[in-house]
C-alpha cells in the first residue's frame, strides 16, 4: 500500500508547493522503538565535546544556507521575508546559546557536615537526560521553534521524536537534515510527519519520558489529560497580550512598538498584542494615529521585502476572524479601521474600539491582525479587566512614571510585563512561557535544556571526609 501524502500549500497564493510521504502507526513505533533502546543503552550515549563538536558543525551550515532558509520559511509559513531572515537569524543565536548553555550547567554541592549523622559525607548533584523527548510544533516560526525543541534535547543528550506542524513540515525537515549532515546520528533525530490521531496516541506510550508541545490550548490540555504515569511536560499556548498606555504616555513615541506587537506575521504570534488598554484622555488621539498607521500596513506577498504582514495560514483562519469582527461588531464594538478580507487567506489590520467583554475578540485569542482598543478611566479598572482574563502570557505598559510601571508590573497576571515595549518581544535564552491557560512550563533554549534533563544526587561517605 502506497504511502498517503501531505499536501503542503503555498498560504498565499494557495498553490501546492510540495508533497511528502505521511508516516503511520507502524513507522510511529519503530521511532519510539529504535528512540528507547538508545536511551536505555548508555554506551550508545554521545559525550559531551562530541554533542557540542556537532552544534559547531552545524552553525555554518546555518549561516551558509540564511538565504535559502528563510524563503522556505516564507513560501510555507506566509511569514513576511524580511521577518522570516530574521528568524533564521535567532535560530543561529539559539544554537550558540545551546552550547554556552552546555558549558556552564553544572549541578551543586548539597551541604553535609551540618549535623552528627551527615559528618564524614560528600554529595553533588549531576544531570543526566530525561529519556525520550516528544516534541509538537506549530506553524507561525517553522524554523526558531523547531530549533527551540530539538537543539535542547541534543544538548541534554536525548533522543527527540519531532513532528513539524502540517501546514510547514518542509523547513523542519531541511534543518532536521542539516543536523545529521552535522554529525548526529539519525536516531536521536527523527521527524515524525503523521496525522494528529497517531501524535495523540504517542503521548499516553510509557517510553515516552517528556511531552513538547507548542499549540493551541484546547488541543495542549487534552494531550497533557493522556500523559503516561511519570511523564513530564511542556505546554506553549496563546494568549491575548494586553498593554496599558498610561495617562502621562506620549502616544506617538510608542507608535511603531503598538503596531509591530499587533500587527507582527498578521497577528500570528502567541504574544501579539491583542489589546490596548487607554486612559479615556488619550483615546481619540491612539485611535486617530493607529487608523492612519494600521491603514498603510503593507499587506501582501511575504516573498516581497516591502511586505510588512503577509497572509493567514488557512482560508478557514480568514473565515473565522471576520466572523469574530463582525460579531464583536454587532455587539457594539467600533470599527476603526479594516474588517475586510482581502483576498483567500490576506485580511486587512482591523482595529476595534470598546469591544463587549462577551465577544469572542475580547475572550479569546484572536491569531489574526486585530487590536482592541479600550479606554479607561483609572488605572486599578484596567488591570481588573486584564486579570478577568483566563490566560497569563506577557504583557506590557507604557508609561515614564516608575511608581506606575511598578505598580503594573507587579499587579498584572502575566509570565512577563515589558516596559515602554510591545508584548511581542523575546530573546531566545530568556525564559518563556505562559501561566494559567496559556500553558505550563519555560521556554527558552537554556531553560529547555534543564527540562529535558532531570537531576541525580551522588552522596559519598567515607571517614576521610572532614567537612
Not at 537534515?177 to 548526529?184: E, P, R, V, W, Y
Not at 521527524?191 to 494528529?196: H, P, T, V
Amino acid at each position: 500500500m502506497s504511502k498517503q501524502e501531505l499536501l503542503v500549500y503555498s498560504p498565499y497564493s494557495r498553490e501546492q508547493i510540495d508533497s511528502i510521504p505521511m508516516h503511520d502507526m507502524q513507522d510511529a513505533e519503530t521511532m519510539i522503538a529504535t528512540a528507547y533502546a538508545i536511551f536505555k543503552d548508555s554506551k550508545q550515549y554521545i559525550p559531551y565535546h562530541e554533542r557540542i563538536a556537532i552544534l559547531e558543525r552545524l552553525i555554518p551550515m546555518m549561516e551558509n544556507s540564511i538565504e535559502s532558509l528563510a524563503i522556505m520559511a516564507t513560501k510555507e509559513g506566509g511569514k513576511p521575508y524580511l521577518d522570516s531572515k530574521v528568524e533564521v537569524l535567532r535560530a543561529i543565536q539559539g544554537v550558540k546559546s545551546a552550547i554556552d548553555t552546555m558549558r556552564t550547567m553544572h549541578g551543586n554541592e548539597v551541604p553535609m557536615g551540618l549535623t552528627p549523622s551527615s559528618q564524614n559525607r560528600l554529595a553533588m548533584t549531576i544531570h543526566e537526560p530525561i529519556g525520550v523527548i516528544f516534541a509538537i510544533s506549530a506553524f507561525n516560526h517553522p524554523l526558531n521553534l523547531i530549533v527551540h525543541q530539538v537543539i535542547p534535547a541534543i544538548a541534554a543528550g536525548a533522543p527527540v521524536i519531532i513532528k513539524p506542524a502540517s501546514s510547514t513540515p518542509r523547513t523542519c525537515l531541511t534543518f532536521i537534515k542539516m543536523i545529521h549532515d552535522a554529525g548526529l546520528p539519525k536516531e536521536w533525530c527523527q521527524a515524525l510527519i503523521c496525522q494528529s490521531s497517531i501524535a495523540q496516541q504517542m503521548v499516553s506510550d510509557s517510553r515516552i519520558a517528556f511531552l513538547s508541545f507548542i499549540g493551541s490550548g484546547e488541543i495542549g490540555w487534552k494531550l497533557r489529560s493522556l500523559l503516561a504515569p511519570g511523564m513530564r511536560c511542556a505546554l506553549e499556548h496563546g494568549g491575548m497580550a494586553p498593554s496599558i498606555i498610561a495617562e502621562d504616555t506620549v502616544v506617538e513615541e510608542y507608535l511603531e512598538k503598538i503596531v509591530k506587537g499587533a500587527m507582527y506575521h498578521s497577528g500570528q504570534v502567541c504574544v501579539s498584542t491583542q489589546h490596548i488598554y487607554v486612559h479615556e484622555s488619550q483615546s481619540e488621539q491612539l485611535l486617530v494615529s493607529l487608523k492612519q498607521r494600521v491603514e498603510q500596513f503593507n499587506i501582501g506577498d511575504p516573498l516581497s521585502a516591502e511586505t510588512e504582514g503577509g497572509p493567514l495560514i488557512h482560508p478557514k483562519e480568514v473565515q473565522r476572524v471576520h466572523a469574530w469582527i463582525n460579531e464583536a461588531v454587532n455587539q457594539g464594538a467600533q470599527k476603526i479601521c479594516g474588517g475586510e478580507r482581502l483576498s483567500e487567506t490576506l485580511y486587512a489590520p482591523t482595529v476595534l474600539y470598546n469591544s463587549s467583554e462577551h465577544s469572542f475578540v475580547t475572550k479569546q485569542e484572536i491569531f489574526g491582525p486585530v487590536l482592541c482598543v479600550h479606554s479607561y478611566t483609572s488605572l486599578d479598572d484596567a488591570i481588573s479587566r486584564i486579570n478577568t482574563s483566563a490566560f497569563g502570557f506577557q504583557a506590557s505598559v507604557f508609561t515614564k512614571n516608575t511608581d506606575i510601571a511598578f505598580k503594573v508590573m507587579k499587579s498584572l497576571n502575566a509570565s512577563a510585563v515589558m516596559l515602554n515595549d510591545h508584548t511581542a518581544f523575546r530573546v531566545d535564552w530568556m525564559p518563556f512561557g505562559g501561566r494559567d491557560e496559556s500553558g505550563l512550563g519555560w521556554g527558552g533554549i537554556p531553560h529547555s535544556i534543564k527540562e529535558y534533563s532531570r537531576e541525580k544526587m551522588l552522596i559519598f561517605n567515607s571517614p576521610h571526609l572532614y567537612r
